[in-house]
């Protein structure tokens, strides 16, 4: 079974580029995803995963026990040549 | 609402592939057989393009469904551990961001600028044929099979399917490779640096700058770190323009002007303290900032490339094919495919390949795109370092990265010596460059970064703000190659000394817990004192350093990507796979070849110029420093020790293949249970 096939029914799809006014959400939808991006890389989705999980509120004290728990892993993290 | 992917009519997807293909090849045939005048670097942009959009669709997809039978159904790690820390399922283009972020160092800009020294043609042709049938099968593969077995290290797979020298060889040459590598790597820093108040001014101005992002990260905003990156940045360009007030007012250009020796110690002293400090307070702050300077810089180097498209003023073969080369000593076959690891094919990688991106994978499918594609963009990284390089004029060039002990002191013998090779140039050129650029000299800075930096001004000062502007975009470009590599270090003593603190907790135990502080102090004291001597030998080198030490690091990356495909190589065999085992057993060979040739070449040559141990007698018989014998008798030794225990993950891996493939031993594989996703489903619901 291919999950992303969309010809399983023999038809093929018209595609969402035809249809009128797709380069406003288009764009939205790429800022959306750079962001999401840029916070993987420095770690802000981190920081709200750990607020989601712990319950805490973001504040000097919740980001200290963030870096606690981080900081093993962070450290042993090799950055490359 | 479940989206409907794009499909084009098959008819006009085949044309279009036809369309890449034969652009591809058109490209890579004029950069290849272009002789006499300058080409358009464009077209090396089109080759690289092209032939990794080819490889990516074809090679790539074949090796998911025949070599690796890609199941999207079948549970990652991500999804079977979430845990919301380490184990995360994540958006594809989220985890390509994060693990290209982790790949791209300065290895790719460095490589291919050093390697230049042969002309544009057989790096370019290695960086791309490397990268499409080496390196993004190196990661993708290995990626793929960290997934299979919930995350697990490099190490921890060598040891499991291959046997307990292969664990050991590994952790070995991990641990190897970052000493040289910090070595190698800090010597750039420090050639890039000598002598120049306004590099030196700027880089020290990122520490407080990082120790300011880091008390603001944790006290004022906890968690903003975009925004504090940003400020950092902003920072940073201030401290660009105060390092040229600082080059211009005597008094204070006194204090920063300082010598190679200099420098090295200051750098051992910050990687120490740095390996000591918090994580928080200067580690992480340096690391977000690097990262920010480095996909920001990486990007407006790709758009001015295309906008502004640029000749490469560098012939395709230079006369130094023949090994004479004053980079680097060595002819094309081997020390090319050593020269350029990062942008072909990197060992280096497979570790971040078995660290934090396979806990991020949602679907296994999706290691393709991050594995394979997020090595194309590195690749392609490396593409534009080698046309920052070509753009300069050859013998600015070649003043530029020659030591003075093979082109001579003053700046009219080493023009005198450039331009008796066939590559004119002028001390008084050399001098208008240097004013232009900001330096008091760019004679003898080799190792790379400021003939890149120079090759970037150059491109930029074309268009933006012309000369006026070329200072602080060469300043700019050391800047950001700095900031790089002493994130490197700063990172890399730290795993260097968690890895040590590892092993001698087997020896005793409290030397193993990595809070204790007497252990961080020795331990970190150990790793700096390894890499450091190292970057001291650079410093005193008489040949400049480079010509020691990058070979000697492209080797010992080389050899874990050699360790690597054999643990790749070792698990398709037990898949059953073997007919398809030549997906990583041909890179495997091939790397086996130059980097084992390589390394005979490094230690045994008779040419001073390339072997260590003749090198060594040459200058034993000329009366020299007892301690420049040694540093060349230790990196013979070294070179030696890391090629034997790679010959012996070989055996291993070799006698462990021969038992699955003769049924005298069962092929189990040490995969994870299968586990049926539920959120693939979920999705598709």
């Keep these: ?81 | 609402m479940p989206q409907i992917p794009l499909r084009m009519p098959k008819s006009f997807r085949v044309i279009l592939w036809i369309a890449v293909s034969l652009l591809g090849a058109l490209s890579l045939a004029i950069v290849a057989l272009h002789r006499g005048e300058q080409i358009n670097a464009l077209w090396l942009v089109a080759a690289a393009v092209c032939t990794y959009a080819v490889g990516y669709r074809f090679y790539s997809s074949f090796i998911s469904a025949k070599v690796l039978a890609l199941d999207p159904l079948r549970a990652t790690p991500a999804e079977r551990l979430e845990n919301g820390r380490d184990f995360v399922p994540t958006n594809k283009w989220v985890v390509f961001g994060h693990h290209f972020a982790a790949i791209a160092g300065p290895g790719p800009l460095v490589g291919p600028v050093l390697a230049a020294q042969f002309g544009y043609l057989p790096g370019t042709l290695w960086i791309i044929a490397g990268a499409v049938l080496g390196g993004c099968v190196q990661d993708f593969v290995i990626l793929l099979f960290s997934v299979r077995r919930d995350g697990k290290s490099l190490t921890e797979m060598a040891k499991s399917e291959i046997g307990r020298v292969g664990g050991v060889v590994a952790y070995v040459a991990v641990l190897a490779i970052i000493v040289i590598l910090l070595g190698a790597t800090a010597l750039i820093v420090v050639n890039a640096l000598k002598s120049s108040p306004w590099g030196t001014f700027t880089i020290a101005m990122t520490m407080p700058i990082a120790v300011l992002m880091g008390v603001y990260l944790r006290r004022i905003r906890p968690g903003k770190v975009l925004e504090t990156s940003l400020l950092g940045f902003v920072l940073v360009l201030a401290a660009i323009f105060g390092g040229q007030w600082v080059s211009q007012t005597p008094s204070w250009a006194a204090i920063f002007t300082l010598t190679a020796p200099t420098l090295a110690v200051l750098i051992i002293i910050y990687g120490f303290a740095a390996s000591s400090l918090p994580v928080w307070l200067l580690l992480a702050p340096r690391d977000y900032l690097s990262t920010f300077v480095k996909l920001g810089t990486i990007s407006v180097l790709a758009i001015g490339i295309v906008a502004l498209r640029p000749s490469l003023n560098m012939p395709p073969l230079t006369r130094f094919a023949d090994g004479t080369g004053p980079v680097f000593a060595g002819t094309i076959l081997p020390f090319v495919f050593i020269t350029i690891a990062c942008g072909a094919i990197s060992g280096f990688h497979a570790l971040i390949s078995s660290g934090t991106t396979p806990k991020l994978i949602r679907h296994e499918p999706e290691a393709r795109f991050v594995g394979y594609g997020g090595m194309m963009a590195e690749s392609m990284v490396a593409i534009m370092a080698m046309i920052a390089a070509c753009v300069l004029q050859p013998g600015v060039y070649f003043a530029v990265n020659s030591p003075a002990g093979i082109v001579g002191q003053t700046p009219e013998t080493a023009a005198a010596a450039i331009s008796s090779w066939g590559f004119p140039v002028t001390a008084a050129q050399m001098a208008t460059l240097a004013h232009a650029v900001g330096e008091q000299t760019l004679f003898n800075r080799t190792g790379g970064a400021p003939a890149f930096a120079v090759g970037m001004a150059q491109i930029f000062s074309n268009t933006l703000g012309g000369q006026a502007l070329m200072a602080l975009w060469y300043h700019f470009a050391i800047m950001f190659e700095a900031l790089f590599i002493l994130t490197i270090i700063d990172a890399g003593t730290r795993v260097g000394r968690f890895m040590l603190q590892d092993a001698l907790g087997h020896i005793w135990k409290p030397l193993g817990r990595t809070s204790w502080y007497p252990s961080i102090l020795f331990t970190s004291a150990v790793v700096v004192a390894a890499w450091g001597n190292f970057l001291w030998q650079g410093v005193k080198d008489p040949l400049g350093g480079i010509n020691s030490l990058w070979p000697l690091f492209g080797i010992c990356n080389q050899l874990l990507a050699t360790v690597a495909l054999c643990v790749a190589t070792t698990i398709i065999v037990k898949l059953g796979r073997v007919r398809y085992i030549f997906v990583t057993l041909v890179p495997l060979g091939w790397l086996v070849a130059v980097t084992f040739t390589a390394s005979w070449h490094k230690v045994l040559d008779l040419n001073p110029r390339i072997g260590f141990l003749s090198h060594a007698r040459q200058l034993a018989s000329a009366g020299a420093n007892p301690r420049l014998i040694f540093n060349d008798r230790l990196d013979a030794a070294v070179t030696g020790v890391l090629v034997m225990m790679v010959a012996m993950i070989l055996i291993e891996s070799s006698l462990e293949c021969m038992r699955v493939i003769s049924g005298s031993k069962s092929a189990a594989t040490k995969e994870a249970p299968f586990v049926m996703t539920k959120l693939a489903l979920e999705e598709q619901a």
Excluded: V
């Design chain 1, 1 to 81: 079974m291919k999950l992303n096939d969309s010809r399983r029914d023999g038809r093929i799809r018209p595609s969402r580029w035809a249809k009128p006014g797709w380069l406003l959400p288009a764009l939205s939808k790429m800022a959306k995803l750079l962001q999401a991006i840029l916070q993987e890389i420095f770690d802000e989705s981190a920081y709200q995963r750990f607020l989601g999980r712990s319950g805490l509120q973001s504040s000097p004290s919740a980001y200290a026990i963030f870096w606690q728990e981080n900081e093993q892993a962070r450290s042993r993290r090799p950055r490359c040549c």
